[in-house]
T-cell receptor, first 114, second 111 residues
Framework: DTAVSQTPKYLVTQMGNDKSIKCEQNLGHDTMYWYKQDSKKFLKIMFSYNNKELIINETVPNRFSPKSPDKAHLNLHINSLELGDSAVYFC?????????????FGNGTRLTVT | QKEVEQDPGPLSVPEGAIVSLNCTYSNSAFQYFMWYRQYSRKGPELLMYTYSSGNKEDGRFTAQVDKSSKYISLFIRDSQPSDSATYLCAMRLEYGNKLVFGAGTILRVKS
């Protein structure tokens, strides 16, 4: 069973389009995250939700909007895609926000904007 | 200057070698230190998780934290071709699970 699963695995789209990435975790965790990994493998946090409440919102363009319908799901919607949005987007989850709880990552969504 | 610095490599070693991977950081408030391994086209997986200064050993892996020098290390003994991957260090403050990652070091173990 995949603990943190993301769909789609690959996403190729044109500039200006709107797209969504979905994430689900079956670990019973309270906290979920979106990270972006650029072409140099640098992983940077974008958003974090704890019990469906947004607790981290890094300096990310307004075109990116996360949504957490329940604790097990965290989706990422991107409007008006730009070339610079091309990256691998990782979803992760952890038991909770404040204590000794490591992050578990999904296998990523590779987004290519042409 | 990035908060966490990590040499991107690649680091190429023969099978059986001892590998040393390192990160330096600038924020003295970091308290939790992690090493993740990432295979190609996969997500990072947690290898080691340590709190504050000291050593932690798990099989062939040893993590060391020197907070006075703001320096952390991961040692891999008897390296295997299956250890070939990108190794990412990560760290966080006492409270809150916002991880700050290094850029990752590419390791290649040749058989």
């Amino acid at each position: 069973d995949t603990a943190v699963s993301q769909t789609p695995k690959y996403l190729v789209t044109q500039m200006g389009n709107d797209k969504s990435i979905k994430c689900e975790q079956n670990l019973g965790h309270d906290t979920m995250y979106w990270y972006k990994q650029d072409s140099k493998k640098f992983l940077k946090i974008m958003f974090s939700y704890n019990n469906k409440e947004l607790i981290i919102n890094e300096t990310v363009p307004n075109r990116f909007s996360p949504k957490s319908p329940d604790k097990a799901h965290l989706n990422l919607h991107i409007n008006s895609l730009e070339l610079g949005d091309s990256a691998v987007y990782f979803c992760a989850s952890s038991q909770d926000w404040g204590n000794n709880s490591p992050l578990h990552f999904g296998n990523g969504t590779r987004l290519t904007v042409t | 200057q990035k908060e966490v610095e990590q040499d991107p490599g690649p680091l190429s070693v023969p099978e059986g070698a001892i590998v040393s991977l390192n990160c330096t950081y600038s924020n003295s408030a970091f308290q939790y230190f992690m090493w993740y391994r990432q295979y190609s086209r996969k997500g990072p997986e947690l290898l080691m998780y340590t709190y504050s200064s000291g050593n932690k050993e798990d099989g062939r892996f040893t993590a060391q934290v020197d907070k006075s020098s703001k320096y952390i290390s991961l040692f891999i003994r008897d390296s295997q071709p299956s250890d070939s991957a990108t190794y990412l260090c990560a760290m966080r403050l006492e409270y809150g699970n916002k991880l700050v990652f290094g850029a990752g070091t590419i390791l290649r173990v040749k058989s």
